[in-house]
């Protein structure tokens, strides 16, 4: 049998309960909308009231259809859904889009619908798209497919699209004559009920027809099933996200500092990085990378050479190029002196190359040409604004027409009339960007995308044995956060520099015999969080008399807040040069996360922290540190020697692998975790929670 998730894409029998004789509504829209762009399999639309629709013989009820359904999409109202949905699976169904909305979205009752309906799928072994979404597109010229009820369809291409709204899905279509994007497969997928992103990526990276996938977003369904394939490099397709929620807040149920410094949206954006998901920001540049990815060979490097009619956009354009981690490229003597022969005389042939407005299509081929041929260029940007005396369509063709392993990508800022001529008439009809800003975006989104690419297949042996390792930690306690002794338990067993340290019941104090002196004294009580807040840590004690004074100060000010001292943990005071931040936060949707960053009190308002997935290899653990403020203080500046970067590794990713292995683990904080005078690590202050 086929795949029931082929199935939405390719189906040879589309069965339509609810399709309806009444114009306007979305039974006879969609099934309109089928016939309009010619699907040549079979139909049978499903109304117990009707016999004919728009020249389709019309079922009364599921059980007449003799054939076999591939597909059902289902368009009956709300009351109606699971008594089809079971007539469905009574007839062998394997493959529904439930286009009717009012379930999940609509609160608990709706929920509990939604629920019973997946629960009938699942034990009958079949998938399903939806509820509340507005269905499919396969536009590949043997399925012809436009089951969705909005009468545009894109063009045949290498892309696929995956919407979470229905709303944006609609936009979509209804401006692609304005984006020219062509998306061969475009699904709605409303409240993922059953089928999510995760299954259809997985589908898409198998499907030979699609080369490029994009998806807008709201959520993650489950986080971790999302980077699974990719770190274990089962997908190679690029994949483009928009995700929408920007500006959730952080983590309100955390009280760890990671937890609460880790909004989930910042989670999203560090592990679509560490995975390498091109993340964008809007539509546009979703459109624009796809079409970057899918029309043009990717750059070798970052260097760009921009060749211009228009000083004012390739200044823009030269501000994004540099914005985007590009370069515009140093262009040989040899090519300078080549374009000096070609170039007008008041025009400039260093990068951006100013060709004037006179640059026509005899000069910007000639010019794109000549730089093309230069080493020190990894891709080229033609940018032209329509003057009076010069047409955009022959230039436009002319650069299209250039053959070139590198990636030439045009803008065109013209009169609008241009646009209608180009589609019409443009041989090969490449993308053309439309902003000056455009290109530089798209360059930087597909060579980040085939670093990410390559990243995955070195780190594909690395994740598999890490993902070997999960659950595989002893460590097991009751929920909270755990005592000192538990804490040292665990520090010593994954290699985590405690500082040397000593604890003592709160009524020993005065009779224990201290033998190391400077010293840090701290009140404990397993719930005072901050002891700071309650002038629980005096620091740099000298002598057996300031400690008793330290220690009944602290006493005292426990008790003013109501608490008593539970214990006393003696330290070794260290000598601080630097206050570091090494703490773990296991998602609920992406797994186990770690955060770096600039520790000790002020960590919330220094705000110097990276987060990555736990599963990070030694390669990624120096980048993240190298990537904040911090990181680079500790690598030396100002003629300071670096700190030992690998041991400062190795704590990071022995921390990781406790958060890995010990799966009840749910928080740990490391904070600080300081640098001594001597360059050595001092883990002062760790709290651990488990679930
Ligand atoms: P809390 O975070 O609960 O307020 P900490 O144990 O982190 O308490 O101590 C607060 C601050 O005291 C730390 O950020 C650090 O600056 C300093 N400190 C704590 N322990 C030591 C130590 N052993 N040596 C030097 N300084 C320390
Ligand atoms: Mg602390």
């Not at 500092?257 to 546009?284: E, M, P, Y």
């Not at 090519?335 to 260093?350: A, C, F, M, Q, Y």
């Not at 000790?600 to 110097?608: A, N, R, T």
């Not at 001594?676 to 202050?685: E, L, P, Q, R, Y």
């Amino acid at each position: 049998m086929k795949s029931p998730i082929r199935n939405f894409f390719y189906p040879k029998s589309i069965c339509i309960p609810g399709a309806s004789t009444k114009e306007l509504s979305i039974g006879y829209e969609i099934l309109k909308t089928i016939k309009k762009f010619n699907y040549p399999g079979k139909i049978f639309p499903v109304n117990p009231k009707a016999d004919v629709i728009l020249g389709y013989r019309c079922y009364n009820t599921i059980f007449q259809i003799s054939d076999q359904i591939d597909l059902a999409i289902i368009v009956v109202p709300k009351r109606f859904t699971l008594d089809t949905i079971e007539e469905l699976l009574a007839k062998n169904v394997k493959s529904i889009i439930l286009i009717t909305a009012g379930f999940k979205e609509t609160g608990e009752e709706g929920k509990i619908r939604e629920r019973e309906i997946v629960d009938k799928i699942k034990s009958a072994g079949a998938r399903m798209v939806g509820p509340n979404c507005m269905g499919v597109i396969n536009t590949l010229p043997e399925l012809n497919l436009n089951a969705t009820f909005i009468a545009e369809e894109p063009e045949s291409g290498k892309i696929a699209y995956l919407s979470q709204s229905g709303a944006l899905g609609a936009m979509i279509l209804n401006s692609l004559r304005l984006t020219d994007v062509r998306f061969t497969h475009f699904i709605s997928v409303g409240n993922k009920a059953d089928l999510n992103e995760n299954d259809f990526i997985r589908f898409w990276q198998s499907d030979e027809n699609i080369e490029i996938i994009t998806m807008y977003l709201e959520s993650f369904d489950n986080g971790f099933e999302f980077i699974k394939p990719l770190m274990l490099n089962e997908i190679t397709k690029p994949i483009i996200v928009l995700k929408a929620g920007k500006t959730e807040s952080g983590m309100k149920a955390a009280s760890s500092h990671t937890g609460a410094l880790s909004s989930q949206d910042k989670i999203v954006d560090a592990l679509l990085k560490q995975f390498g998901v091109v993340r964008v920001d809007n539509i546009n540049e979703l459109f624009n990378t796809a079409k970057g990815l899918e029309s043009f060979p990717t750059p070798k490097g970052n260097r760009i050479a921009v060749v211009t009619n228009a000083g004012g956009p390739s200044i823009l354009l030269a501000d994004k190029i540099e914005k985007e981690g590009l370069q515009l490229a140093e262009l040989s003597n040899e090519t300078k002196s080549k374009l000096r022969e070609i170039v007008h005389p008041e025009g400039t042939v260093n990068n951006p190359i100013d060709l004037l407005p006179g640059g026509n299509e005899i000069s910007f081929p000639q010019v794109i040409k000549v730089v093309l041929e230069d080493d020190n260029v990894d891709a080229v940007i033609s940018l032209f604004v329509e003057p009076v005396m010069v047409k955009p369509m022959p230039i436009a063709e002319a650069v299209n027409d250039i053959e070139s392993d590198k990636p030439i990508l045009q803008v065109i800022m013209p009169l609008p009339e241009f646009w209608d001529d180009y589609r019409k008439d443009s041989k090969l009809r490449k993308p053309i960007f439309r902003n000056p800003e455009d290109p530089a975006e798209v360059l930087s989104n597909m060579l980040f995308h085939s670093k990410g690419k390559e990243k995955r297949a070195r780190f594909k042996s690395f994740n598999e044995e890490a993902m070997a390792t999960i659950g595989i930690g002893k460590f097991n306690y009751d929920s909270g956060f755990i005592d000192q002794e538990k804490i040292t338990e665990i520090c010593e067993n994954y290699n985590i520099p405690l500082v040397e340290e000593i604890l003592i019941d709160a009524d020993k104090i005065n009779e224990q015999r201290i033998e190391f002196y400077p010293l840090v004294i701290k009140g404990i009580n397993e719930n005072v969080i901050h002891k700071s807040e309650f002038n629980a840590v005096k620091l740099n004690i000298q002598n057996s008399d300031e400690l008793k004074t330290a220690a009944s100060q602290i006493s005292n000010s426990f008790k003013s807040q109501g608490y008593i001292v539970e214990k006393y943990l003696l330290q070794e005071f260290v000598e601080t040069k630097h206050e570091l931040l090494l703490g773990g936060y296991r998602d609920p949707s992406f797994g186990p996360v770690i955060m770096f960053g600039s520790g000790g009190k002020y960590v919330e308002v220094m705000d110097d922290t990276a987060i990555r997935s736990a599963f990070i290899s030694d390669e990624e653990v120096v980048e993240m540190i190298l990537s904040i403020k911090m990181g680079k203080i500790l690598s030396g500046v100002r003629g300071e020697s670096s700190v030992d970067l690998s041991k400062l590794a190795n704590i990071i990713k022995s921390a990781s692998q406790m958060l890995i292995e010990n799966e009840k683990i749910i928080e740990f904080d490391l904070n600080p975790l300081i640098v001594d005078t001597k360059d050595k690590f001092h883990a002062v202050d760790i709290r651990i929670k488990f679930s």
